[in-house]
């Protein structure tokens, strides 16, 4: 991991742009700590660019009010990352089939699973250098989407104690059979009204989940119209498993 750029913000937090390897990502840290702080690693959908706002406005609260650590990195294949020819054909068949009410399912094994598969051990390499940065120390929580990613992780590394997921995106059938061996506490946000989302599917999906402390918090509302208490109660379910 190399730092490339330090920011102290307004509010005291510390942002650090860092690569690691050819992956970009940033790390904000509270402003003054007397111990390791845990850690929560901030998903999103690609496009670190375009969404660095939004995921900063997640980080920044988590770090100024309850004194974690939070992370982000770029996707495979977005960003200026290099793309990927079958990933850019998946998209494409994707939107053309929801615009014409075709089923979509092979199409998103196509799109999710090799992304899945490239972003989780990327992710794990993250954490590997996160965790050995002095001031950090764990637990680690992961929050956010894209939730086919967060379900990977949550299975791969025991390090993940507990994970707020974004329910907002696709995902395949295989990973229901993946969800049923999650058994960390849970907290899964459901925007009802989300015109991109398959809300049967996802409700599903939630009872597949394994662990037996789980919540659903479901909202009127299309994808961006999430309400700003739920920021403060996902960093109160990580206060609860994480401190």
Do not use: C
């Amino acid at each position: 991991m190399r730092f490339i750029s330090e920011l102290r913000l307004d509010d005291g937090v510390l942002e650090r742009e860092f690569t690691l390897g050819d992956i970009p990502g940033v790390l904000w840290t509270p402003g003054s700590t007397s111990a390791p702080v845990p850690l929560i690693l901030v998903g999103h959908p690609g496009g670190l660019h375009m969404l660095r706002p939004r995921v900063a406005a997640r980080a920044r609260y988590y770090a100024a009010e309850y004194g974690f650590a939070a992370a982000t990195i770029e996707l495979p294949w977005s960003g200026d990352r290099p793309r990927s020819a079958a990933a850019e054909q998946a998209r494409a068949d994707l939107g053309r089939a929801l615009g014409t009410g075709e089923p979509v399912g092979e199409i998103v094994d196509r799109l999710v699973l090799p992304l899945v598969e490239k972003a989780v051990p990327e992710w794990r390499a993250a954490l590997d250098a996160l965790l050995a940065l002095p001031g950090i120390g764990g637990p680690v929580g992961y929050e956010g989407g894209v939730i086919a990613i967060g379900i990977g992780l949550a299975v791969a590394d025991p390090r993940i104690s507990a994970a707020a997921f974004f329910a907002g995106s696709f995902v395949p059938g295989a990973l229901f059979e993946e969800a049923r061996r999650i058994t960390i506490p849970l907290q899964v946000l459901l925007q009802w009204d989300d015109e991109g989302n398959d809300r049967q599917a996802a409700l599903e999906l939630f009872d597949a989940f394994g662990s037996k402390e789980k919540t659903l918090h479901a909202n009127l509302g299309g994808h961006t119209g999430v309400p700003r208490f739920e920021l403060d109660a996902a960093a109160r379910f990580f206060a609860r498993h994480l401190q």
